[in-house]
């Protein structure tokens, strides 16, 4: 169950009025990075850990939680940021002093001129923000990633929580207003918390690569093909051993040429590695019953229930009797 809590997190403040920030600020509230986006994702990735991973479940409902609060402060400092704009435009004889509000003239003309550019923010909903990014593309469901493989879900997170970062480092750059400073930081520093959690939660979870249950094979995995041509760079992507599985890279200069000596790849055998292809099938069936195991094993086939709501109220009944 859900309850709000009137308190904001972090106490949202605004200076002076500047609808100009209000409607950049959108992208926060409603873009692809923003924190409608990052709640939903977390929600929705719970489900499939309720059984198998209580405790990612417990995880990903908290940070969901916390980011609406955030979409709530996004909100409320949108709010503040549009100023009297809502009430003015509820006066439909008079004209908007938005030249007062706006400091002059030119001023004015450039708030006409993003009506034009997004009427949707200032005419159609004035006053108020909209689940939108800052040229009115609607918030779409399309933005969550969510596949129930937990270790993919979870290095998805971290993705996403890095682009939210630069989102708010960006946003920074449009506003002089230090109180509204203040709350795009606390928003920003949040960020980097969550993909901290997020990435201890990941190391909780081993073996966590390749994702999934199925093994890559040891003829293709340490292959570093030169595909451009010209000022080639070496590095720990190319020479060395690879991060995780700790093969030797394969450094293929001619690509063209080693696909037509090896029957396009077929032929080749592995090099740089102590893998083999008989591993990699063992490897298979012992991963695939472990998943399979934790999923199956975690729940019931009948008299399912989600929570145990009469079994708490029972354990709360006995610490209360003594």
């Not at 396009?264 to 008989?278: M, Q």
Request: charged residues 25%; negative net charge; glycine residues 6%.
């Amino acid at each position: 169950m859900f309850y709000h809590v009137k308190d904001l997190q972090f106490n949202a403040r605004v200076s002076q009025p500047d609808p100009r920030f209000a409607r950049i600020l959108l992208e926060a509230f409603g873009g692809a990075n923003g924190e409608l986006k990052s709640a939903m994702q977390y929600f929705v990735q719970a489900f499939s850990c309720h059984n198998p991973y209580p405790d990612k479940y417990d995880m990903l409902m908290d940070i969901a939680a916390e980011e609406l609060g955030h979409l709530e402060i996004v909100g409320a400092t949108i709010q503040m940021l549009l100023g009297p704009v809502g009430g003015e435009m509820k006066d439909a004889v008079e004209t908007m002093e938005i030249n007062k509000m706006m400091e002059g003239k030119a001023a004015k003309e450039e708030f006409i001129h993003q009506a034009f550019t997004f009427p949707h923010f200032l005419v159609a909903s004035p006053g108020s923000p909209t689940l939108t990014d800052s040229n009115g593309n609607p918030w779409c469901a399309s933005y969550i990633s969510a596949n129930a493989d937990l270790t993919v879900d979870l290095r998805s997170n971290m993705a996403g929580e890095c682009r939210a970062k630069i989102g708010y480092e960006n946003l920074l750059k449009f506003t002089d207003d230090p109180l509204v400073r203040e709350s795009l930081m606390f928003l920003m520093t949040r960020e980097v918390t969550h993909y901290q959690q997020f990435e201890a939660a990941l190391e909780t979870i081993q073996p966590n690569f390749p994702p999934g249950a199925l093994q890559t094979s040891p003829k293709y995995s340490n292959l570093y093909f030169n595909f451009s041509k010209g000022n080639d760079a070496r590095g720990p992507w190319n020479e060395g051993l690879s991060t995780q599985l700790k093969e030797e890279w394969q450094y293929i200069d001619k690509p063209l040429e080693e696909v037509r000596r090896t029957n396009g790849l077929v032929e080749r055998e592995p090099e740089g590695t102590e893998r083999t292809e008989k591993d990699m099938r063992k490897k298979d069936s012992e991963m695939s019953k472990k998943n399979s195991e934790e999923v199956l094993g975690s729940i019931d086939d009948k008299n399912m229930q989600w929570c145990k709501c009469n079994s708490d109220k029972k354990e709360f009944e006995e610490k209360e009797l003594g």
